[in-house]
């Protein structure tokens, strides 16, 4: 029904079956069979025979941030689709996407730019909210004065701290089709003077010599290797006094690590902070602090090894 933007149809004034089923383009007989099941789940109501209306349930597929995860033809689709794949993650220990999509996750967002922008959607703002821009553990912004947030999308994130820090300044990196797409959340947040945007891998060289580097939501998207390979580009470019900061991926040592849609979509993992310490060394980190913020978010900070 997300994916028919049925809601949206009978908010806009259709409410026969008929008619909702010419404008979403599907059988009516097999519309009015699904319709009549998510009523009797509490989902949509029937003001009259063949009509249909919205309840509170049913006016939570009018939001953005809920509907994007359920639209099969978008992310929404990709991540449920992709379960089916988990027999052969837990057999192998390696995704398999491409069983079902026919080449792997990455390659396929690259294949698909309307369901790359809709992953990118789901990453931002739409999906998961407006940031907090509090990530540090410290709390201590004194010394930030530049900040290069890696794998940022279209930059929610960095687009609220440069809001909440009119001194600091920021650089984007992503993918060129992600950044092209930042330019309307820069603007909206009153910060475009202050970021630079690049597009690029994060697997090759970042721009050096910023204060803070912040990984949100990239490290649980990979495995073993390519993680270890972007917390080392993280560890070259940033400044000897320089941080690395890491939001999502890394729980408490106390935590048990759980199954995530990321694994199966491309190898992610939860890693404990034991485990990430270790890829952080082989990386050339040292991890300075691992605490959870108020918010409730797990960060976790890193420094330069040195020689």
Same mark, same amino acid.
């Given at each position: 029904?997300?994916?028919?933007?049925?809601?949206?149809?009978?908010?806009?004034?259709?409410?026969?079956?008929?008619?909702?089923?010419?404008?979403?383009?599907c059988d009516a007989d097999a519309?009015?069979?699904?319709?009549?099941?998510?009523?009797?789940?509490?989902?949509?109501?029937?003001?009259?025979?063949?009509?249909? @209306?919205?309840? =509170?349930?049913? !006016?939570?597929?009018? /939001?953005?941030?809920?509907?994007? %995860?359920?639209? +099969?033809?978008? &992310?929404?689709?990709?991540?449920?689709?992709?379960?089916?794949?988990?027999?052969?993650?837990?057999?192998?220990?390696?995704?398999?996407?491409?069983?079902?999509?026919?080449?792997?996750?990455?390659?396929?967002?690259?294949?698909?730019?309307?369901?790359?922008?809709?992953?990118?959607?789901?990453?931002?703002?739409?999906?998961?909210?407006?940031?907090?821009?509090?990530?540090?553990?410290? @709390?201590?912004? =004194?010394?930030? !004065?530049?900040?290069? /947030?890696?794998?940022?999308?279209? %930059?929610?994130? +960095?687009?609220? &701290?440069?809001?909440?820090?009119?001194?600091?300044?920021?650089?984007?990196?992503?993918?060129?089709?992600?950044?092209?797409?930042?330019?309307?959340?820069?603007?909206?947040?009153?910060?475009?003077?202050?970021?630079?945007?690049?597009?690029?891998?994060?697997?090759?060289?970042?721009?050096?010599?910023?204060?803070?580097?912040?990984?949100?939501?990239?490290?649980?998207?990979?495995?073993?290797?390519?993680?270890?390979?972007?917390?080392?580009?993280?560890?070259?470019?940033a400044r000897p006094d320089g941080?690395?900061?890491?939001?999502?991926?890394?729980?408490?040592?106390?935590?048990?690590?759980?199954?995530?849609?990321?694994?199966?979509?491309?190898?992610g993992k939860q890693r404990s902070?034991?485990?990430?310490?270790?890829?952080?060394?082989?990386?050339?980190?040292?991890?300075?602090?691992?605490?959870?913020?108020?918010?409730?978010?797990?960060?976790?900070?890193?420094?330069?090894?040195?020689?």
């Amino acid at each position: 029904m997300a994916t028919l933007r049925i809601a949206e149809h009978i908010a806009a004034g259709t409410s026969d079956i008929e008619g909702l089923a010419g404008i979403a383009g599907c059988d009516a007989d097999a519309l009015h069979s699904v319709l009549n099941y998510l009523v009797s789940k509490g989902v949509f109501e029937t003001p009259g025979p063949r009509r249909f @209306g919205l309840n =509170d349930a049913a !006016r939570g597929l009018l /939001d953005p941030s809920a509907r994007i %995860g359920l639209d +099969l033809e978008g &992310i929404g689709g990709r991540m449920a689709y992709s379960w089916s794949t988990l027999l052969t993650y837990v057999r192998t220990g390696q995704p398999a996407y491409q069983e079902v999509f026919g080449m792997p996750f990455w390659e396929d967002l690259d294949a698909h730019p309307d369901i790359a922008a809709s992953f990118d959607a789901l990453m931002g703002a739409i999906g998961h909210g407006t940031p907090n821009p509090e990530i540090l553990v410290s @709390g201590d912004w =004194d010394n930030v !004065r530049a900040v290069v /947030d890696v794998g940022g999308g279209t %930059g929610a994130l +960095l687009a609220e &701290i440069l809001r909440a820090r009119p001194a600091v300044h920021g650089t984007l990196v992503d993918l060129p089709r992600t950044v092209a797409r930042s330019g309307e959340t820069f603007r909206l947040a009153g910060v475009a003077d202050r970021v630079t945007t690049i597009g690029q891998s994060f697997f090759d060289l970042l721009p050096a010599g910023a204060d803070l580097y912040v990984l949100a939501k990239v490290i649980n998207d990979w495995p073993e290797r390519e993680a270890t390979a972007i917390l080392r580009r993280c560890a070259e470019a940033a400044r000897p006094d320089g941080r690395v900061v890491v939001l999502g991926g890394v729980v408490p040592d106390n935590v048990r690590p759980g199954v995530s849609v990321g694994m199966v979509l491309a190898g992610g993992k939860q890693r404990s902070v034991a485990q990430f310490r270790e890829l952080a060394r082989t990386a050339g980190l040292k991890v300075q602090a691992a605490e959870r913020l108020p918010s409730g978010r797990f960060v976790v900070e890193c420094q330069p090894a040195g020689p």
